[in-house]
């Protein structure tokens, strides 16, 4: 019968299969060895057991003797099963589930590292970025330049404890031919040198219009803010500081309309619902709350505990759904109605920075530190891994990921601690987002 798989699937199988017939066809004869080698070892037990310094051993010492030997080589040989069998799956789950993952353009102005990313949902749509260097800064996605530039912070990136709204007028410069790049789904890379990073002495915001005072200032934390949103319908605004409250705004007279109290250690960030007036706060106290607004006489609040380290983030997704990542090295996802445990578990080798999903492909991008930022679907299966090496790719630790799911060339944008955002073309083969 024809194989209706396509051929690159179907030869991709093929491989695979080879692969494990080839490693399971070795491990056959390496447990062949192990066997002859306890069958020597217990013959040259029961010779011992004639005398050992003119003393015959018991048959229960020999036994012992006997079963402490084979079970030890019985343990290396579950050991080898057991890798080799690993090493089969994960190719497998690698090799199956790949995105196509390019790189477009790389946004460079910044002179300290960029703690955050966010597309703007409204038209114009620009690229905003907030760092340590005390700036924020708006970017045309098209051409990589900068378009704003905001100084009214004295602290970096809210680090004086306050949030600021201003507003901006930006001008958006007639796109230029994009360079392409090459289209990679590999998993290789190549350490990088300091002498690779871009030179921020030659910052591309050094020429564009800047604005120094806020509209608004919001200034009723006693710590660094690490996070603001917006509440559906824009007339309020939730911050969320380490002093360890979350703190909802009316934007129009600044007024502190409400202190969310709770959590036991610092925020580290604070999302809203795109469509309800929800809000979830993360935390360094291993959890992350759900604060309900929906009712103005009743504002209620749920703990979501299944992290055991900080909370990095917490977002909505689809649905009556929750992604969370922590730097327990974990992103979890999570049914609003039922907050026992995680519909879904995905595991990492390293700490989770800001996370963000994907709405309409339900794609989850996972910033991490050790500099790499991967892709998950909803259920926990990997798509795939941003390419880096010694031309393309973070530098540094990724800290935070924005998708912009209607534009038509970069839809993923990333930033981190190497003073640079980047955007990236992701396109999921049909064959996937059928799964």
């Not at 890798?83 to 002179?111: D, N, W």
């Not at 340590?132 to 708006?138: I, Q, S």
């Not at 990589?144 to 306050?162: E, F, M, P």
Request: with cysteine; hydrophobic share 35%; net charge negative.
């Amino acid at each position: 019968m024809d194989s209706k798989l396509p051929s690159s699937v179907r030869s991709t199988l093929l491989e695979l299969f080879g692969q494990i017939e080839r490693e399971f066809e070795n491990l056959y004869i390496e447990n062949l060895e192990l066997r002859r080698e306890i069958e020597t070892l217990n013959e040259r037990l029961a010779a011992e057991g004639q005398a050992v310094d003119g003393a015959e051993l018991s048959k229960g010492q020999l036994k012992t003797k006997a079963s402490h030997s084979t079970s030890q080589l019985s343990q290396k040989l579950k050991t080898t099963y057991k890798a080799s069998t690993s090493k089969i799956v994960s190719s497998f789950k690698t090799t199956t589930s790949r995105a196509v993952c390019q790189l477009v353009k790389e946004y460079i102005g910044h002179r300290d590292g960029i703690w955050d990313v966010s597309v703007a949902r409204t038209q114009p749509v620009v690229l905003g970025t907030a760092s340590a260097d005390h700036t924020a800064l708006l970017w045309s996605i098209e051409t990589g330049r900068c378009l704003v530039k905001y100084t009214g912070h004295v602290g970096s990136a809210s680090g004086d404890q306050t949030a600021h709204i201003w507003r901006y007028a930006v001008q958006l410069p007639t796109p230029q031919p994009v360079a392409d790049s090459s289209q990679i789904g590999g998993e290789d890379e190549v350490e990088c040198s300091d002498k690779d990073e871009p030179d921020a002495d030659g910052d591309a915001s050094s020429d564009c219009p800047t604005i120094r005072a806020p509209l608004t200032s919001l200034k009723s934390h006693q710590g660094v803010v690490m996070a603001a949103d917006w509440l559906v319908g824009g007339k309020q605004a939730v911050t969320a500081s380490w002093d360890r409250t979350a703190n909802l705004y009316e934007v129009e007279t600044a007024e502190l309309v409400h202190s969310l109290t709770g959590h036991d250690q610092e925020l580290t960030h604070c999302c809203t619902h795109p469509t309800q007036r929800l809000v979830v706060t993360s935390s360094r106290d291993t959890t992350f709350r759900l604060w309900d607004f929906r009712d103005p006489s009743i504002h209620s609040v749920n703990v979501f505990q299944g992290h055991t380290d900080t909370v990095t983030s917490a977002v909505f997704t689809v649905g009556d759904n929750v992604v969370s990542g922590s730097d327990d090295r974990t992103v979890k996802v999570w049914d609003l109605k039922n907050m026992r445990s995680p519909i879904a578990t995905i595991r990492t080798d390293s700490a989770i920075n800001r996370i963000n999903v994907c709405v309409g492909q339900k794609i989850i991008a996972l910033p991490h530190d050790n500099r790499q930022v991967r892709l998950f679907d909803m259920s926990g299966v990997r798509l795939a891994r941003l390419p880096r090496s010694s031309r393309q790719g973070h530098r540094r630790m990724v800290c935070c990921s924005a998708w912009s799911e209607d534009h038509p060339v970069c839809n993923l944008f990333t930033c981190g601690f190497d003073r640079q955002a980047i955007g990236w073309n992701i396109n999921i083969p049909a064959l996937l987002q059928e799964k």
